[in-house]
């Protein structure tokens, strides 16, 4: 197949515009992306490894990048629970409500960011009802990691029903209904029938979700209180605050790191996609 | 020659699509490219199309060499596949679109329009959108749009892949009177054979990207002209052995095919076939299939597996029963060629045929 | 058995969108009222307000018009034509998607600001010509930020709906002579129009929300701040009535996202009845 569309490259082009809209893309592309992009690596290869290593090796650092990483993980893997759950929902059954409930699910792609932050800062808060309700319990959500990882599910929850409905509607009922009859019960069908057909779109939705909450900057920085000894600051925030005092090989550095990470969840992505359609594609 | 193809080559990668393809068509043809799938018979015709560009070789239409020609200015009606009509337009819009943007006239269009309405059968569709449409009609639009503009040749890539079974054969002779009808010279490119056999005046073979052969459906059936054609046409199966059969001597081939209307059962008391008992042998049923308007039998003769087909007006025969079995005719192929071998026995006998 | 596992996981589903999503929404409308009606519109008319809307809808309308520019011709490219490299190109547009809008703030700063190659350049050309053209910490920095997060909105959205429907009735158009623009016009427009409104809303929403790459760029409240900074300004000043006019102004964001939603379904619905057509 890449043989052929390679190949096709020399065939006459029969639909008109390849050159134009070819041209409007790179340059746009290269404009807005590329070239400021690459002044990023350009700037952060000047550093010196030493420097570099130094750099992000700082305590501050280091313990954000844990944070970061560790937090969206958790919440990536909260959002893959629920989020199974919310696509089988909205895929399996019928329901008063239920285009609403499917129309809410992208709420947080439509929230600014910002404005998530403070709404949740504020309703987690002690103040607040869900942080006074929380707080019987003992639980403290506001200025904590547990506020910051909510703030992470709120954010994450789309990638992953949005990654998985697809697949859910595709497939078709009459696997489950086959295993039913061959005597499998709900669980083990669920286990051995409907999961591994999710498996690659959940992987895929769980990794989206984390790539986000890696990154993720306005809705977490008020609720997570941004306290260095309580390990509350996140990548991205380290990244302003050394761009505010102008420690520009810093804030490089850190942001090297990141690109590579984002790189690295792409990737992984894009291996299970392709993963997933030879597979399909063998059915 | 209306359209000629000349030492044509074309390959993707290392994947050679057309090899040394030759052919050429009088105007008025209605031709058919047949070929299993990879065959490189959809290649040839995107070439002509100008979707594709050949590495070598000359395509020449009325007279003009039009490899670097723009498809659009080839003079070439194409129906898809799977007909690609403009989904957001009418029948009527549909139909006009090629006539549009060429910049005819608006009263002239409409007289276009209105006459390929009736020529198709479309009358009262007109503004209608393609889903209100049944697969047949889909079709029929397909057509007139591509014929809009008065094209000099129209090609059809594989124009009755998306009609349900029923309403093909319908439609098979309605688009084959329908050409000859207009007149104007077509090549539709099809797997099915018995697609090419009924609708078109010439078939080209095509395997591996070669040209197996050329020529009308009945000498295609008739003389083979290549091992592969020999095998791709009919209900033909390569068989070993055929110089136990008596009539056939083993000769330079490297085998033969077989068709099952080249076989013939008959019981022993059968005085239909009295005088050619002496060329027959036995063989004893193995197997019976009923096939709807007939039966197929397979039958063992001397360890030689034969299939014949078996009208169902005849004597009812069983498995295990024994027959005698005349083979009237083989094709014998080398490395390049298949020859017809008729039976030695049977000459200038009189046979019965059933 | 079965009807109760379905309520059930329905419930759980509720419980968890009302949870994460709703009462988010509804604490946000609370709050904006907290100082009553009268305060609530005060808080809209401030000067400060006013301009960081200015600000947002400037920003805003340039980064559709240019990411429509750029998601046709993209769109139109990679699904009409094969060519070398398109899977890396495909790759290189979906790059906003998955890096912080903190980084893209920084990497307009590595290009434009004093640190980087383009700055000088544009410090050298302000110099010859007397002019005082700048990109960071002025409007044109939050214009591209704002560009550059919302970058593949619209190519996302009209992607799918072009592979979907293939490429033959534009090549069936292309056959019988039409032109570039008439394609699109009249074949592919009409497939694409549900799509492609989406992609400007959702681009809309994005680029009036963007938070993290324009906070890098942009530093001076009432000039170049856009709605989100200004709500982060007053939230942060700490005072119990200027966190509610910072909920006041979210409010305006929080109907933008409802009605982008709205909208979302009903141009999904669209697009299925459409698709249903054939």
């Known amino acids: ?283 | 020659m209306y359209i000629e193809m000349k030492n044509i080559e074309k390959s993707y990668g290392d994947f050679k699509a057309s090899k040394e393809v030759n052919f050429g068509l009088k105007k008025g043809t209605l031709a058919a490219l047949l070929g299993p799938s990879g065959s490189g018979k959809t290649t040839i015709l995107r070439m002509i199309a100008g979707f594709e560009t050949p590495d070598s070789g000359d395509i020449v239409i009325d007279q003009k060499r039009v490899n670097d020609l723009p498809a659009a200015e080839r003079g070439i009606g194409f129906v898809f596949q799977n007909y690609a009509l403009f989904r957001y337009m009418t029948v009527y819009e549909n139909i006009s679109f090629g006539l549009e943007v060429k910049k005819v006239h608006k009263k002239l269009i409409k007289e276009r329009v209105m006459e390929l309405l009736s020529l198709t059968g479309l009358e009262g569709l007109e503004k209608r959108y393609p889903n209100q449409l049944s697969g047949g009609q889909r079709q029929r639009v397909a057509f007139a749009r591509a014929l809009a503009p008065s094209p000099g040749l129209l090609l059809l890539d594989e124009p009755f892949a998306a009609i349900d079974a029923k309403v093909r054969q319908e439609l098979r002779s309605w688009l084959k009177e329908m050409i000859h009808k207009v007149g104007i010279t077509s090549i539709f490119v099809t797997h099915d054979q018995d697609e090419a056999v009924e609708v078109a005046d010439e078939i080209i073979v095509t395997n591996q990207g070669r040209i197996e052969q050329i020529a009308s459906p009945f000498e295609i059936y008739k003389n083979p002209a290549t091992p592969f054609v020999a095998e791709f046409i009919g209900q033909s199966v390569r068989m070993n052995g055929y110089h136990k059969l008596k009539g056939f001597e083993k000769g330079n081939f490297l085998g033969a095919i077989i068709r099952p209307e080249f076989v013939e059962a008959f019981k022993s008391d059968n005085l239909k076939f009295q005088d050619v008992m002496g060329c027959s042998e036995e063989g004893i049923i193995e197997d019976i299939s009923f096939r709807g308007n007939y039966l197929e039998v397979r039958l063992n003769v001397k360890g030689v597996s034969l299939t014949t087909h078996r009208s169902l007006e005849r004597r009812p025969v069983t498995i295990g029963e024994k027959m005698h079995v005349i083979v009237y005719r083989i094709y014998a192929y080398d490395d390049e060629k298949a020859y017809l071998l008729e039976n030695s026995l049977l000459n200038g006998v009189n046979v019965v045929t059933f | 058995m079965k009807i109760k596992g379905k309520w059930f996981l329905i419930g759980i589903s509720g419980l968890f969108l009302f949870f994460m999503l709703v009462l988010p929404l509804i604490s946000v409308i609370v709050n904006s009222l907290k100082e009553g009606m009268g305060f609530y519109f005060q808080s809209l008319a401030s000067p400060t307000v006013k301009s960081a809307f200015g600000v947002t809808v400037l920003a805003a309308a340039i980064a559709v018009i240019v990411n429509t520019i750029f998601g046709i011709a993209a769109a139109w490219l990679i699904t009409k034509f094969s060519f070398k490299g398109k899977q890396i190109l495909s790759a290189v547009i979906d790059i906003p998607f998955s890096i912080s809008p903190v980084i893209a703030g920084l990497a307009f700063l590595m290009t434009f600001g004093r640190m980087g190659w383009a700055g000088g350049l544009i410090a050298r050309f302000n110099e010859t010509f007397g002019t005082n053209i700048q990109i960071v910490f002025a409007i044109p920095g939050v214009v591209l930020a704002t560009v550059f997060v919302t970058f593949p909105f619209v190519s996302r959205e009209i992607i799918p709906v072009l592979l979907s429907i293939g490429k033959e009735e534009e090549e069936a158009a292309a056959l019988m002579g039409a032109d570039g623009f008439t394609i699109f016009r009249k074949i592919t427009f009409p497939h694409i129009r549900w799509a492609l409104l989406y992609g400007v809303i959702l681009c809309t929403a994005r680029a009036l929300g963007e938070f993290g790459a324009v906070h890098a760029l942009s530093k001076t409240r009432g000039e170049t701040f856009t709605l989100p900074l200004e709500i982060d300004a007053l939230y942060l000043s700490n005072s119990s009535e200027s966190i509610t006019s910072a909920f006041a102004v979210s409010s305006i964001l929080v109907l933008m996202a409802v009605a982008v939603l709205i909208i979302r379904n009903v141009a999904e619905h669209q697009a299925k009845k459409n698709e249903a057509k054939q």
Request: charged share 15%.
């Open chain 1, 1 to 283: 197949m890449t043989k052929q569309s390679d190949q096709a490259g020399k065939s006459q082009r029969v639909i008109p515009g390849f050159g134009l809209s070819m041209g409007i893309t790179l340059f746009m592309l290269s404009g807005i992306i590329l070239i400021p992009l690459a002044s990023v690596l350009v700037y952060s290869f000047q550093l010196s490894p030493r420097e570099f290593f130094n750099l992000i090796t700082k305590t501050n650092v280091v313990n954000a990048f844990k944070t970061s990483l560790l937090c969206s993980l958790f919440a990536a893997f909260v959002n893959s629970v629920f989020g199974l759950i919310l696509a089988w929902v909205l895929v399996r059954y019928e329901f008063p409500g239920k285009r609403i409930m499917d129309g809410l699910i992208e709420l947080p792609f439509a929230l600014p960011t910002a404005v998530a932050g403070i709404t949740l800062s504020k309703l987690y808060s002690d103040t607040g009802g869900m942080g006074r309700f929380l707080g019987l319990f003992g639980i403290k959500a506001a200025y904590t990691k547990t506020g910051l990882t909510i703030a992470l599910i709120f954010i994450g929850i789309p990638f992953v029903v949005r990654s998985i409905q697809p697949v859910l509607e595709t497939l078709d009922p009459r696997y489950e209904e086959a295993a039913a009859i061959l005597g499998a019960g709900k669980f083990h069908t669920f286990r051995k029938v409907i999961l591994p057909e999710l498996g690659p779109a959940l992987l895929t939705g769980f990794g989206l979700a984390f790539a986000r909450g890696v990154g993720e900057y306005g809705s977490v920085i008020y609720i997570s209180g941004n306290n260095a000894r309580n390990q509350t600051q996140v990548v991205s925030y380290v990244i302003m605050q050394k761009l505010n005092y102008v420690d520009y090989p810093g804030a490089t550095a850190i942001a090297l790191v990141m690109l590579f990470l984002s790189f690295l969840v792409l990737l992984f992505v894009n291996v299970i996609q392709v993963h997933q359609a030879k597979r399909t594609s063998c059915l």
